[in-house]
């Protein structure tokens, strides 16, 4: 995997985190937003474990990483809760909705663990 997407998909995993409650999203859908446009979704399941979930992305050809070689300038990045989204029963369901949304997009899928409030024993 290129080290590149996996250092600015850590970088964008850490700026969400510090957005964030608890480091985490709340169950959903969120929309990622630049220039205006909606470039990504994120959902969460509803979260059983605060230490440790799982949260699934899908972004659009149109995102651009933070500090993306030959973007050439920084991108600002929102996230925005998704009222009234649909909900879904897996993440199967959840990407084959994204790629209607965002066609031809990239599906993620990030593993959080909390250690700040669980540690490593938590887990």
Request: proline share 7%.
């Amino acid at each position: 995997m290129n080290k590149n997407f996996l250092r600015s998909t850590l970088l964008l995993c850490m700026s969400f985190a510090a957005l964030t409650a608890n480091a985490q999203l709340i169950d959903g859908m969120t929309g990622i937003i630049q220039q205006g446009q909606q470039v990504g979704l994120i959902w969460v399941p509803q979260v059983t474990n605060p230490c440790k979930y799982t949260e699934y992305w899908y972004l659009s050809p149109e995102y651009v990483y933070p500090n993306s070689e030959g973007a050439g300038q920084s991108m600002d990045t929102l996230l925005r809760p998704i009222q009234g989204a649909p909900t879904f029963s897996t993440n199967t369901a959840f990407f084959r909705y994204a790629k209607t949304q965002l066609p031809g997009g990239k599906r993620l899928v990030v593993s959080a663990a909390e250690l700040e409030h669980c540690g490593p024993d938590g887990l």
